[in-house]
């Protein structure tokens, strides 16, 4: 069976794909104290960037550590795992481009700029 190549399409709102992804970034908050351990947050990072740290808490337990923060999405998924309620990540937003800057309203930049 012999299979041809797909045509690359273009997407419903009629721009062509440029290739480009946007790289979602996030990061995580720990309340190390909280931590007994358990792991979830490990086991379900889909990134892997969690690991359980050498060092122990004031309980006892190893807590996670964030051992590449820039691969980290921010998708919270550690957060809704862990059953004491001591990690979270949050997603950053990324910082506009310098076109996006130039597009905004002259009001919106000086009131930004103001405070």
């Known amino acids: 069976m012999t299979t041809e190549p797909r045509e690359?399409?273009?997407p419903p709102s009629?721009?062509?794909?440029?290739?480009k992804?946007?790289?979602?970034?996030?990061?995580?908050?720990?309340?190390?104290?909280?931590?007994?351990?358990?792991?979830?947050c490990v086991e379900f990072c889909p990134p892997k960037v969690l690991v359980?740290?050498?060092?122990f808490n004031?309980?006892?337990?190893?807590?996670?550590?964030l051992i590449d923060p820039d691969n980290c999405t921010g998708c919270?998924?550690?957060g809704m795992y862990c059953p004491d309620f001591a990690i979270f990540a949050v997603q950053i937003k990324?910082?506009?481009?310098?076109?996006?800057v130039a597009a905004q309203p002259q009001e919106v930049m000086a009131r930004d700029r103001n405070g």
Request: proline residues 8%; contains cysteine; positive net charge.
């Open 21 to 40: 992804t946007k790289k979602v970034r996030g990061v995580v908050y720990l309340d190390a104290d909280r931590c007994k351990g358990c792991g979830f």
């Open 94 to 100: 990324a910082p506009a481009r310098p076109a996006e």
């Open 14 to 19: 009629g721009k062509a794909e440029t290739g």
């Open 76 to 78: 919270d998924l550690c």
């Open 8 to 10: 690359r399409r273009t």
């Open 52 to 55: 359980l740290s050498e060092g």
């Open 58 to 65: 004031a309980k006892g337990y190893h807590p996670p550590k």
